[in-house]
């Protein structure tokens, strides 16, 4: 039972080692040109993240939340989009580099739609790679790529944001149900106040979160922030593991 335990813990890796085997059976050199790859982005791995986790804790201590509610947030609209696409631009390193980063994001406010967004910048549209691009390719297949993947990025991240919801997204386990309202966004329609007064009260003619509420029920809260007009509410919910 604890074999099984571990293997379904680690069932990627076992699943990985499962392939090394099979490569070894039947193709033995196969098998340890695949070895030496693997130790070469394993040492990738270890010289860029530890830097990456670094600049995101510093940056998930520095920047407040508010500030990227009001740039990267559902409410950002045009502004978010073009930050986004910014950020992923002059971006440096590959692009697993972006993940947490992205996860840091997402946390503090950004949208699903600018997190895809950044991603894909980084991936495919980042300027070293577009010079790159340029001296070997030529600036004009240059360009036409960049506008045609400028204008696929956008489609998908928004079927992205519609098909995938930020309840969708995974959360650490002792994450507490988060909720935070764009003060950019609210149109203070009242409507969330008069939905759970004990959560939500106005301020200055835009809605706030109560301090310290309780007795949250879930359900009215998603319903809630579904009916938001102005999608200014943000809710990310507790998991249970």
């Not at 297949?141 to 993947?149: A, E, N, P, Q, S």
């Not at 959560?199 to 809630?224: H, P, R, W």
Request: proline share 5%; net charge positive.
């Amino acid at each position: 039972m604890k074999i099984i335990k571990l293997i379904k813990a680690n069932l990627f890796a076992f699943l990985v080692l499962l392939a090394y085997l099979g490569l070894m059976i039947f193709d033995r050199n196969l098998a340890l040109f695949s070895v030496k790859n693997s130790q070469y982005y394993l040492k990738e791995m270890i010289t860029i993240m530890p830097p990456i986790f670094i600049l995101t804790a510093l940056l998930d201590l520095w920047v407040p939340k508010e500030t990227i509610l009001k740039y990267l947030g559902t409410g950002s609209k045009i502004k978010g989009i073009f930050l986004s696409f910014l950020l992923g631009g002059i971006s440096a390193g590959p692009i697993y580099a972006a993940f947490p980063v992205c996860v840091m994001l997402h946390k503090k406010g950004a949208s699903i739609r600018n997190i895809v967004i950044i991603l894909s910048s980084w991936a495919v549209i980042k300027v070293p790679m577009l010079l790159n691009e340029v001296k070997f390719l030529g600036f004009q297949f240059m360009i036409v790529r960049w506008v045609l993947t400028v204008i696929a990025i956008i489609v998908f991240s928004w079927l992205t944001s519609i098909m995938v919801k930020d309840k969708d997204m995974p959360v650490e386990k002792n994450d507490l149900p988060l909720l935070t309202i764009n003060p950019k966004a609210c149109i203070g329609c009242r409507l969330c106040t008069k939905s759970c007064p004990e959560v939500f009260k106005m301020e200055n003619g835009k809605a706030t979160v109560v301090k310290d509420y309780k007795n949250l029920d879930e359900k009215i809260i998603s319903q809630t922030v579904t009916d938001c007009p102005a999608n200014a509410i943000s809710y990310n919910q507790k998991i249970s593991v």
